[in-house]
């Protein structure tokens, strides 16, 4: 389990092999990752995009962005926490993610008022079982 803390945002992940999904002989791994967001705060947020920074062995890199996490824009009151999952193929036995939420502030009680700041999600590596990871 990984886990990072920013502006009492807590963001967690915990990632999977999914063997059954991947080919190594084709050199296509998957691994799926469980993210849990809680909002430690005391004013209400929202999450509105996402930025991901994929790392293989190889040390290429992938930037992926967008609007929410899994088709969503979850809304968190103080105390609240958000659960989902998603996935990532590579074409090598492992690498690396890490990444950060764009959230917004609620504090006006607004939907479409409130400062944006930037939360960490937590670097987590991404190792095939039993393979000795390299990342250069």
């Excluded at 690396?96 to 930037?118: A, D, I, R, T, V």
């Amino acid at each position: 389990m990984y886990r990072a803390i920013t502006e009492n945002i807590e963001v967690t992940v915990e990632p999977f092999y999914l063997e059954e999904q991947s080919a190594p002989d084709e050199s296509r791994y998957v691994w799926a990752y469980r993210v849990t967001i809680i909002n430690h705060s005391d004013i209400p947020v929202q999450l509105r995009s996402r930025t991901w920074k994929i790392t293989d062995a190889h040390g290429r890199t992938e930037e992926v962005r967008g609007p929410g996490v899994v088709g969503e824009e979850p809304f968190l009151k103080p105390g609240d926490s958000y659960q989902y999952s998603s996935g990532c193929p590579l074409t090598t036995s492992s690498g690396m993610m890490s990444g950060s939420y764009m959230m917004q502030n609620h504090e006006s009680g607004s939907p479409n008022e409130g400062k944006l700041f930037s939360i960490t999600i937590p670097a987590f590596s991404l190792d095939m079982p039993g393979h000795r990871p390299v990342l250069n």
